[in-house]
């Protein structure tokens, strides 16, 4: 199992069940699983990295698509589709409104009444850094901007529904709580890498003379969270 063969094998298993069971198939193609007790850390970095506020780096362009769907939203559909007997394939992410990487982390930001300075920096400058850069929901190449802007409406209509962002920040910032404290993070800058690289985005910006972005400055204190370590 690979990045590359993820894809090619998971189509495979749906074709396999088709053809065992045709025309009784229930297919379900989510796209990222978010929420409490995710071990992928995909989510819970831009959770952990709001609630500590300040100035904070985030790759691409504030209206980048971006969707996802709380695990116990898509359980809780699964469950009822299945209880119907429901056929048929169905994209399953949300949220049901068009949704950007910008409005994803300025809902996130209400919801923890965090200060964050958000300093949007180009693809292709990440892409030129020496070390890849873990950072979570970033697509690195444009021809895979689809994976985030799927067509769900077939689900919408069979009732897939989406408790408020808020509540998915909230429950999921309450878990990270509770790991331990040397917990080693799968994803997202250390504290270090993120000032590193946000010191050379202003050198390249004095450089070519542009802008640093679109940034909101509040004048209340940083509102401490998990992060990973340096």
């Known amino acids: 199992m690979t ?17 065992v069971l045709p025309g009784r198939t229930l297919i379900i193609r989510p796209g990222l699983i978010v929420g409490p007790h995710d071990p992928s850390d995909r989510f819970g970095y831009w959770v952990a990295r709001l609630r ?3 100035t904070m780096l985030v790759p691409g362009n504030a ?12 359980a809780d559909w699964m469950i009822r589709m299945v209880e119907s007997k429901a056929t048929g394939i169905y994209n399953a992410t949300g949220p049901a409104e068009k949704l950007t990487m910008g409005g994803l982390l300025a809902a996130g930001r209400d919801a923890f009444d965090s200060v964050a300075d958000f300093i949007w ?28 802007a799927m067509d769900c409406r077939r689900g919408f209509g069979a009732g897939l529904k989406f408790r408020p962002l808020a509540e998915t920040f909230l429950d999921t910032a309450g878990w990270l709580d509770t790991r331990s404290d040397d917990y080693v993070w799968k994803t997202g800058l250390t ?7 946000l010191a050379a985005w202003r050198r390249r910006q004095r450089e070519t003379g542009a802008a640093s972005g679109p940034r909101r400055r509040q004048d209340r204190a940083p509102t401490p969270g998990p992060l990973p370590r340096a």
Do not use: H, N
């Not at 990045?3 to 053809?19: I, M, R």
């Not at 698509?65 to 898509?74: E, H, I, K, N």
């Not at 920096?121 to 970033?138: G, N, R």
């Not at 504290?191 to 690289?197: F, G, I, T």
């Open 63 to 74: 209206d980048d698509p971006m969707q996802f769907v709380d695990a116990r939203d898509l």
């Open 3 to 19: 990045p590359e063969t993820y894809g090619a094998l998971k189509a495979a298993c749906e074709a396999a069940v088709e053809a």
């Open 121 to 148: 920096v180009e693809t292709a400058f990440l892409q030129d850094q020496s070390e890849t850069v873990p950072l979570p929901f970033w697509i690195r190449d444009p021809a895979q901007a689809g994976l985030l």
């Open 52 to 54: 500590r506020g300040g």
């Open 191 to 197: 504290p270090a890498r993120e000032k590193a690289l």
